[in-house]
């Protein structure tokens, strides 16, 4: 039996240092922050965004290609109406005051998950951020909106079935390499170590495709106090791990 196309090979896209070229962090504890300070949760997720900052520089500099964070999934909608709306707000901000430091530090911005679900003018914002960075040739940053891995998958299956409907796909060369063709981070690096903050152990519906082979990591840190160093102890421990992808 051939071994699936979805399985890397041991050390594919790794540098000889053993830094992850693709990195996923799920940030949580924005709120657990600012309970444990009795400030407001909006306080925590100011924090959560200067937090952001920090670490997609630390990323950068340690030598990471893709930092893919995981902003907001499609699940949020829950939360009480005031604090989605503050974290649009926060959105709005992040847009209109970094997008020029990532231009000025050769960082290209992705999206992915359903973000033409947002309002008009945070989708205009979206758009022209990724269309000012495109040309960017350094580290990615991806911001999951809107995201939710099982809506991803079924998308992509959604989409393959169109093209068996079509005739221009047989329905038996639907395999993982189709799959994985048909994601919204087609064009990216496999995910090499996924990390969740403030000591929560599940995926919560983020790559979970992606996710298969990757190194997991959960650090009790809230997300607010992530900094450099608790990258660089997470990477650090992935560069101690031996990545057997279903071998000896």
Do not use: C
């Not at 400030?39 to 100011?46: D, E, F, Q, S, T």
């Amino acid at each position: 039996m051939a071994a699936p196309t979805s399985a890397p090979d041991p050390g594919q896209g790794l540098g000889k240092t053993g830094i992850p070229r693709h990195v996923a962090i799920i940030m949580d504890g924005n709120g657990r922050w600012a309970h444990a300070r009795a400030l407001p949760r909006i306080a925590g997720h100011k924090q959560g965004v200067e937090a952001v900052r920090r670490v997609a520089r630390a990323a950068r500099d340690i030598g990471i290609d893709v930092l893919t964070l995981y902003a907001f999934s499609s699940e949020n909608w829950r939360r009480p109406a005031e604090e989605v709306g503050d974290l649009m707000g926060l959105l709005r901000l992040f847009l209109k005051n970094e997008v020029d430091d990532l231009i000025r530090e050769n960082v290209r911005l992705r999206v992915i998950g359903d973000y033409r679900a947002l309002s008009d003018d945070l989708v205009r914002m979206i758009d022209t951020a990724i269309v000012r960075t495109a040309d960017n040739s350094g580290p990615r940053l991806v911001i999951a909106l809107n995201y939710g891995a099982q809506a991803e998958i079924a998308a992509a299956a959604r989409h393959l079935a169109r093209e068996v409907e079509q005739g221009s796909r047989a329905a038996d060369t639907i395999d993982e390499a189709a799959i994985e063709g048909a994601l919204a981070t087609r064009d990216l690096p496999p995910l090499d170590l996924l990390i969740r903050t403030s000591g929560e152990q599940r995926l919560s519906n983020f790559l979970l495709w992606q996710a298969a082979y990757a190194e997991l990591a959960f650090v009790d840190t809230l997300w607010p106090d992530f900094d450099e160093a608790t990258l660089r102890g997470a990477v650090a421990d992935f560069g101690r791990r031996q990545r057997r992808f279903g071998g000896l």
